[in-house]
């Protein structure tokens, strides 16, 4: 069957303009669908800049009066250690903390800051990707120690000078050694306080210990506090009671956490597992809600890119058969021949569809090596465009061919190849020898 | 070239028991051209014996061409029976007549017929490919029998670098390769000038001849059928007459 070769070859012309469509609509999609799966990446690098994928924060559920004017069965879910022990005995639960959140002032000498408090429960903290850079992580025990994010020192100003928002140059407080004040009166340090507080009893200050400063991590962790969760319930009832007394504020305690943050060990795991604590009647949101739906998006304009190279390649295919079908005209005589000499209707068939097929595959096979040399470029070219749109982490490359997709490639374009070929294979087949021996 | 003389007095011997290897009975054909129906052969009865040289000669038109195409299965009769070494081959199935013609035929046109992307010796090897005979073996007989008609020197040369003779040559040599028991020539000499018409009519002669070949031959040309054992003229698709050659063919002039 070697003259399929040099058939291809003496129609040399017609041969590679057909390989070259063949090529085209490879590329198309190989192209396509690796810039669908690059977004991809890139969604997912992006989010796990963000935070951790497979952590699902779990709320109370909202019940304000709208709620129960809109119906449906409440239940009587609370956040309290007895949801979380539930939590914990989920299978694929890595570890269950609750949460309370503050917004709270720290004192280092003449220097303050207004930072966010998070209490946890300080015997997990390490299994939520809490990296410390210096000193060390919050042990239990811990009540009056408290971890900073790494840009917490930078946010420490004097409000009694006089360009206190001039942050920056070397950081005036070393949270480690320094003694640290912990408040809730926002005014603590300030050089008038307001009227307001005029009359009252000043909000209390608590000593407090720097143990340890995180990792930068890029995300929200970096501006906060972290200690005990009992501390700082504590810390907020008091408070809370404070100025309750002034007539500010509503908080009645023994309603359970304000939320509670759940580490799953296995990504796979996280929708399941929310889903499970949505039952149970709470709110709950994971990062993976948007990956999820970043991912459905990305699906979405995935299809329509490969749509779009479907329609190229296609139209290759139909060039294949054309080509085919033409070859056979040219070639009704050698068919004929062939078909006198004693070919087997298998032999031309397979000749044909042999034709086909290697022009797909070769179509294919250099379509996927154009590929890998469009993708070079848009990754190294095409990446400042992307730039431009919108800031992008390190190493994302906008297309990505994976090596299942070039193989895919080269074995669809020789199927499709082949499956061209099919029908002019069967005219051959069937024409005539006699029609196509007659000498006139 | 070839000892024809000798060949011939084997083949014209009388005494030799011959079995017919084709037979012809009531073998008619007509062709629907529009709502018109054209009779190309009327009513056909005719044997040939094993080894004859028979030459059909005919005008165009006179049905020689399709009786020839009836007897290599390129087409079915309307009527009757072809009966090949014992087969009836107009009620095969292409695949079987395929499987027939690999085996028993082979075939010498005007118009050479020669693959255009194959060289010499690819287009002789093509009844011994289709056969899957593996390709040292069928390049090897493909070399011999280049030789055997004068183109040891033009083996790996395409059919567009050859002259008609050459070509021909070519033709001939890819005819006989697989030893078939029949062979069946259509106008052979018609593209080739009179010089070269009688070095190829020797070739296929002294070549069928040597192998004990029936060679059934279709010309309009008188000269030609004089190489023949028996010439049957044609005439509005019934046989006219047979004219038997007794000895002396080919070298009576």
Known sequence: MAFGFGNLWRRKTKTILTILGVIIGTTAIVIMISLGIGMNENFRRELENMGSLNLIDVHMPYRGPGMMERGGPIKNARLDDKALAEFRKLEGVEAVTPIAQDYMRFAAGKYVTDISVIGMDTAVMDKFDFKIDKGRNLLPGDTTAVVFGSQAPTLFYNPKSRNFYGMGGSNPVNLISDKLLLTMNHQYGERRQSSSGDDSKPLKVYKVKGVGVLQQSNDEKDYSAYMDIKSLEKIIAEGRKMQRQQGVGDFSPGQGYQQAKVKVKDIQDVQRIQQHIKDMGFECFSLSDILKSMQETALGIQALLGGIGAISLLVAALGITNTMIMSIYERTREIGVMKVLGANLNDIRKLFLLEAGMIGFLGGLLGIGFSYGISYLLNYAGLSFIQFMGPVGEGSRMSVIPAWLSAAAVVFAAVVGLVSGFYPARRAMRLSALEAIRTE | ?253
């Open chain 2, 1 to 253: 070239m070839f000892i024809l003389d000798e060949q011939i007095a084997y083949n014209s011997g009388e005494g030799l028991a011959i079995a017919n290897i084709i037979e012809l009975k009531d073998v008619r054909k007509v062709y629907r051209v529009g709502n018109e129906k054209v009779v190309a052969l009327d009513s056909i009865n005719l044997t040939i014996e094993e080894g004859a040289f028979c030459c059909f000669l005919g005008t165009s038109g006179s049905g020689k061409s399709t009786l020839l195409n009836l007897m290599a299965g390129l087409e079915k009769p309307t009527k009757g029976q072809i009966v090949i070494k014992g087969s009836r081959i107009e009620r095969m199935s292409e695949q079987e007549l395929a499987l027939f013609r690999q085996k028993h035929v082979g075939f010498i046109f005007q118009s050479f017929n020669l693959l255009p992307a194959l060289n010499a010796v690819e287009n002789v090897c093509l009844p011994l490919t289709f056969r899957g005979v593996s390709k040292e073996i069928r390049e090897a007989r493909a070399r011999k029998m280049l030789k055997d008609v004068g183109l040891e020197t033009h083996y790996r040369h395409r059919p567009s670098q050859m002259s008609g003779g050459q070509q021909q040559r070519v033709g001939i040599a890819r005819a006989f390769i697989g030893k078939p028991g029949i062979v069946f020539a259509d106008e052979p000499t018609g593209n080739l000038d009179s010089k070269t018409t009688m070095e190829v009519m020797k070739l296929i002669t002294g070549i069928a001849r040597q192998n004990g070949q029936t060679l059934i031959l279709v010309t309009h040309d008188l000269g030609i059928a004089r190489y023949a054992d028996r010439v049957i003229h044609i005439l509005d698709g019934n046989i006219e007459k047979i004219e038997e050659n007794s000895g002396n063919v080919g070298v009576n002039q």
